[in-house]
């Protein structure tokens, strides 16, 4: 009888210490996980970000502000005010019906 409850005892206390290995390693896996979820999160944010600049760029490309942009900034061009401008018409063909 005595020596049953010497395997009684040494498997109970391999089973809680296996048990507490496990839940170590389950507790170290779940915070790595985390690590790694909060790392895809800033990626996918950054991302959205990065997305949102190129579209911009894309609407200031069609729309023709860069154009403008890089005409005041590199050429010093201004936009002329149409009531300051006087058009000049050279060789007017005069046509006749």
């Known amino acids: 009888m005595n020596s049953k409850w010497y395997k009684r005892s040494l498997f109970m206390f391999l089973s809680v210490f296996a048990s507490g290995l496990f839940e170590v390693d389950v507790h ?15 990626d996918k944010i950054q991302l959205e970000i990065d ?15 860069s154009l403008e ?20 018409i050279l060789n007017e063909q005069k046509t006749e019906k």
Do not use: C, T
């Open 51 to 65: 997305w949102r600049k190129i579209q911009f760029d894309l609407s200031e490309i069609s729309s023709g502000l």
């Open 28 to 42: 170290f896996k779940k915070r790595e996980y985390f690590k790694k979820y909060e790392s895809l999160i800033q």
């Open 69 to 88: 942009k890089d005409a005041k900034l590199k050429a010093n061009m201004i936009i002329l005010d149409p009531s300051l401008a006087k058009i000049v």
